[in-house]
């Protein structure tokens, strides 16, 4: 049955979830379907097409559910016109202005990470959904599949084929939206808190530092030291995500970072001083700045025959007011960290090899006062 359902067309997949979704409630009750509009997904992969391909299989599944989304003409011209570059985030004013140009009532964007179709077909995208009418984020989403993670016993049933993959990241994706197309929001994982690999062993928080009463924070593009020049920005968007996902933090969007930075000036990283750093803050309406480092990100190690990815990361907590460090904490993980009997759970994709990294970090910092 599942292979059947892989090679039925997108927009039928779609059409089948919104039938096979609860339809007691009235339509009224319900409200008006969605009005979407689709920035063009930051692309970190060598093919320039991929993100279309993404965006268009999304934009099928929602269409069939009674989503609409503003024409990419309508799209093109009002980023022409207001000289917006950067399409992976979005300051709330812009959001605002958008929603009342277009009528959009939301604003997908994100970030297309990998696209690989030999020898076996992947797909890492993340993608982010704001109420365009307040610009306040409402849901958060990564998905990384290999067409290896479907293979079973006998080592049957792994996918060879990019858009049949292309396929299962689509529904999964459409999991995130009702039966009308609109985004289901926040959903918290009651059990992020315990989900971790034998705890963070470099870990400092102080006494007046507890992760529970994080209610936003904002997130400095991470140092990058390792080989891969994109994964500072990347690495804080997984950050992002964990910590909207898994401990309902409020993470300031990275294009108001970049206006605060403009603001002030700054044209590196590295130039940032304490004084900046508690003026940014400050504008930015948080109360504790993220710094860190990316030390290795998709290095592929070798474990015995088998190649795994490596990453390592330091983050820390900085309170504007006192500019003092409260929180920090480092990880180092490989792939076979997670390998289980018979060679399960061992994690072949850096993305994914990333959340759960990040994911740690996190529940660390939480559980020293839970």
Known sequence: MTMVLR????????????????????????????????????????????????????????????????????????????????????????????????????????????????????????????????????????????????????????????????????????????????????????????DRFAGIQQIYVAPEFDMADVGSVAILPLENRSGNTDVGVLVADLLAHTLYRDAGVRVTESAELRGLLLRERVRFLRELDLATLARMGQSAGVRYLVLGSVERFDERVYVGVLQVPEVEFSIRFVDVRTLATVAAASVRRRGDDYTRWLGLGTVHDSTSLALRALREIVAGLHGVHA
């Open 7 to 194: 090679r039925l067309p997108l927009a039928l997949l779609g059409a089948l979830a919104a039938c096979q979704a609860p339809s007691a409630e009235p339509a009224a009750a319900r409200g008006e379907s969605p009005v979407y509009v689709a920035l063009p997904l930051r692309n970190l992969t060598a093919d320039p097409d991929a993100p279309r391909r993404v965006a268009t299989a999304l934009q099928r599944v929602l269409e069939a559910r009674g989503a609409r989304f503003v024409r990419a003409a309508d799209l093109d011209g009002y980023l022409r016109r207001k000289r917006i570059r950067y399409t992976d985030s979005i300051q709330s004013e812009d959001a605002r202005k958008l929603a009342e140009e277009t009528g959009a009532t939301h604003v997908i964007l994100g970030t297309l990470v990998a696209w690989e179709t030999a020898p076996t077909p992947r797909v890492d995208v993340t993608l982010r959904l704001f109420d365009a009418r307040t610009g306040e984020k409402v849901q958060s989403s990564v998905l990384a599949l290999r067409g290896e993670d479907f293979r079973g016993l006998l080592a049957l049933g792994a996918i060879t084929d990019m858009d049949l993959l292309l396929d299962e990241v689509v529904v999964r994706a459409a999991d995130g939206f009702d039966a009308r197309g609109a985004p289901l929001g926040r959903v918290e994982d009651p059990g992020w808190a315990v």
